[in-house]
């Protein structure tokens, strides 16, 4: 299969090589070229066409955002944000999506091998989700010789599966959301379309540290439901939706009638942190009949397991159809497994869990 052809733009010198290293280092990516700035990358574009091209936000001559803008008018090609983890980054990260960008990935740096392993991972498969969203290519099921994959663990390293028997239905109904490559728009649609009293729901939206921040601030000023980051020990109320920080596992927990959050570290599941699997899993675990369980787009098979241990505690869940995915691998693995109930176009998913929440 042909290699997934990707062009490197950033100002730094030192990010450029060591985003070739990291790309370069999975058999399914060739890096076709680097550019110092738009200009440079500008006259590339008209040599190759890459699949996917990675974009620094803040470079010379002109700001990455004015690029992204500038293609996405005149030859749209899946590009991958590259920014720095700061709150100032993070809101023009945020920016870039909505003018097109597909992920948004933290810049690289040296520090520990558990750091750039994990780095490594992330990277490569916002990549590939890029990739995806404009070409369907089938992954290669091998890697060649000497490329090092880290074991994709399950959730059983953050949390013990949940017992056979659900628990005892309360009053209280509780949305558990998933979502990924292409998440940030289909999450605005559905938060948006929700009423002030909405049923209490904690989502996770695969992002970088910071930018998970930035992302349910600006989702606050959107919608009529409170919007946060989730916090550890957080309550889970009605007409409040809380985003698991970037970087940490969120967990839905119960006390008595009162549901809340926890905040805690663990290493990657599913190659995510946070992970949908994670707290789907602790949802089954929790609150069973009461969930009802939401995934949508998104690469891979994050929360395909733990949506089937939802459904066999009990709950009702809810799928985003193909049509409307930018990426259907997260639902499409779900329905596989036999954990979804019903498939749905995105603009249909909040008035459905409405009612299954009503019931």
Do not use: W
Not at 192 to 216: D, S, Y
Request: one cysteine or more; proline letters at 6%.
């Amino acid at each position: 299969m042909k290699k997934i052809r990707v062009l490197i733009v950033d100002d730094s010198a030192v990010v450029r090589q060591t985003l070739d290293k990291v790309l370069s280092s999975d058999p399914e990516i060739e890096v076709i070229g680097h550019a110092p700035d738009p200009f440079v990358a500008a006259e590339k574009l008209k040599q190759e066409v890459p699949d996917v091209m990675t974009l620094d936000v803040e470079m010379p001559r002109m700001d990455g955002i004015t690029f992204l803008r500038k293609i996405m008018t005149q030859h749209p090609i899946p590009v991958v944000i590259c920014s720095t983890l700061t709150a100032e980054g993070s809101e023009t990260a945020l920016k870039a999506l909505e003018y097109g960008a597909v992920e948004v990935i933290t810049k690289p740096k040296l520090g520990t091998k558990q750091f750039l392993e994990e780095s490594c991972t992330t990277i490569c498969d916002a990549v590939k989700a890029a990739a995806m969203t404009r070409v369907k290519r089938k992954t290669l099921t091998h890697h060649a010789e000497g490329h090092k994959v880290p074991p994709k663990l399950t959730a059983d390293a953050v949390l013990p599966p949940p017992p056979s028997k659900a628990m005892t239905q309360t009053t209280e109904k509780v949305v558990v959301v998933g979502a990924s490559t292409g998440g940030t728009e289909a999450l605005r649609v559905f938060l948006e379309m929700l009423p002030a009293n909405a049923p209490g729901i904690v989502i996770v939206q695969h992002m970088p540290e910071n930018f998970t921040r930035a992302f349910a601030n600006r989702l606050n000023t959107l919608c009529k439901v409170t919007v946060k980051e989730a916090e550890d020990n957080d309550s889970v109320v009605r007409g409040q939706a809380l985003i698991a920080p970037g970087n940490r596992h969120t967990l839905l927990k119960r006390s008595g009638a009162r549901y809340y959050v926890e905040v805690k570290e663990g290493p990657l599941v599913s190659r995510h942190r946070p992970s949908v699997d994670v707290l789907f899993r602790s949802a089954a675990r929790y609150a069973g009949k009461n969930a009802v369980g939401v995934i949508m787009t998104g690469m891979g098979d994050d929360g395909a397991r733990g949506m089937k241990e939802l459904k066999d505690a009990g709950a009702v869940n809810v799928a985003q159809d193909e049509s409307s995915c930018i990426v259907f691998g997260m639902p499409k693995e779900a329905i596989k497994l036999g954990g979804v109930d019903t498939v749905l176009s995105l603009e249909k998913i909040a008035q459905e869990v409405l009612r299954l929440c009503n019931n």
